[in-house]
């Protein structure tokens, strides 16, 4: 019995040990946190620049140009520096929390510079975040401030990623886009997604270089909606992009965007969609607007055979069961991707998956797993947002 206490006590002890060892993070004899030793937790960034004008400012266009250095213990070969990089706000909802999302950007500005983790310069300012990930020139840090665990917006993003590019049906991947599938017949050698990838990190600011550092939070280091390629957009080698489209959906309200009316059309479409791709203020809608028409029309008899030549139904059915699994309440419409690589055939891609899980955006867990898309709440309000779109 002894001998047995004595490994008990000593196997209790490593483990309040390894626990005080993962929990040392303050410099010694101080409670202000230490990068240093934070740093064999996860990647930290540290942003030396005026951060309180982002955050207290309510203009998405606000801009700083900062300095960063980017220390990765866990991969090395992608730490990096920059100097004179532009910064700005992020986001739309998340303007009014005290915690900002930023985006960050190497060609803004005309005098940026980008140092590989070799101090080398990279003369066309793209950078790659991880083995196999696009280098591009703008990134996404997201505080995930209603939604602190961090793995909505990004867990639950590359866990769907993964799982419509892996899954298969009478052995063939039904869920992979046009453009996944040519970058792998062409021997591509990045990613093609359909929705973001990242990581958590650990950002830090000063104001001045010689200034001590400020903890700022756990953040998510995210891609940025705007990076096309990654996305398969675009430049996918052997890839025909000339129909390609996606459009944000942007009103859970408005008629065009729940398929219930085309009035307007011509003059309205903007208040219900947003270029994504091809990123402009006037796109072609051409497309789009057909596909509107028939939605609005088509009969509940009509659509079960004409679905077939008007929507990807596989990858349909995929976000209609990642909207329930999920509880998406805020996903039916509104921060919906619709998209097209043909201009003929549309689905949407999941984006902005803050209201999952339960969390309304309020920031409160208020969705049963027994809720459906018609279940009201105790306020009289539906619980899933753009409950009536006739999609």
């Known amino acids: 019995n002894m001998l047995n206490n004595f490994i008990l006590y000593r ?185 973001i990838d990242g990581f958590p990190i650990l950002l830090f600011y000063r104001p001045k270089a010689n200034e001590d550092l400020i903890f700022i939070g756990k953040y998510n280091f995210n891609n940025d909606k705007s990076t096309e390629k990654v996305f398969g957009f675009t430049d996918i080698p052997g890839f025909d992009n000339s129909r390609m489209q996606c459009w944000e959906v942007l009103n859970n309200g408005n008629s065009l965007a729940l398929f219930t009316s085309t009035e307007g059309f011509d003059d309205n479409w903007s208040e219900a969609f947003e270029s994504r791709y091809p990123d402009t203020k006037t796109p072609y809608t051409g497309d789009l607007k057909a596909f509107c028409e028939w939605m609005t029309n088509v009969s509940r008899e009509d659509f079960a055979t004409q679905k077939w030549e008007h929507l990807d139904v596989y990858k349909m059915a995929a976000y209609w069961i990642y909207l329930m699994r999920h509880a998406a309440a805020d996903q039916f419409v509104k921060n919906a991707m619709f998209t097209s690589e043909d201009g003929i055939h549309f689905y949407y891609i999941l984006y902005d998956n803050d209201t999952i899980n339960g969390l309304i955006n309020s920031g409160y867990l208020r969705i049963k797993p027994t809720d459906g898309r018609q279940t009201i709440d105790d306020t009289g309000s539906y619980v899933f947002a753009g409950h009536d779109s006739k999609l």
């Not at 005026?50 to 991969?75: A, G, R």
């Not at 793209?126 to 990930?133: E, G, I, P, V």
């Not at 961090?150 to 993964?162: C, Q």
């Not at 799982?163 to 992979?176: H, P, S, T, V």
Request: hydrophobic share 30%.
């Open 11 to 195: 196997d209790t002890i490593s483990e309040m040990m390894e626990v005080y060892d993962r929990n040392d993070v303050y410099e010694e004899g101080t409670t202000t946190f230490s990068p240093d030793k934070m740093m064999n937790r996860l990647p930290v960034m540290i942003v030396t620049g005026d951060i309180p004008i982002l955050e207290n400012t309510s203009d998405k266009d606000e801009q700083i140009v900062v300095d960063i250095e980017y220390y990765n213990v866990q991969d090395p070969s992608r730490s990096f520096t920059m100097k004179n990089a532009a910064m700005r706000p992020q986001g739309t909802s998340s303007m009014g929390y005290p915690k900002k999302n930023f985006r960050i950007y190497t060609q803004k500005v005309a005098n940026t510079e980008l140092y590989d983790s070799n101090g080398i310069l990279v003369e066309n300012k793209l950078y790659s975040f991880r083995d196999k990930a696009q280098p591009v020139n703008c990134w996404c840090l997201k505080a995930d401030y209603a939604e602190s665990s961090g793995t909505h917006n990004t867990g639950i993003a590359k866990l769907w990623n993964d799982a419509l590019y892996n899954a298969q049906i009478d052995g063939e991947y039904k869920f992979r886009t046009e453009a996944q599938k040519k970058a792998i017949e062409n021997k591509y050698d990045y990613d093609v997604r359909t929705t």
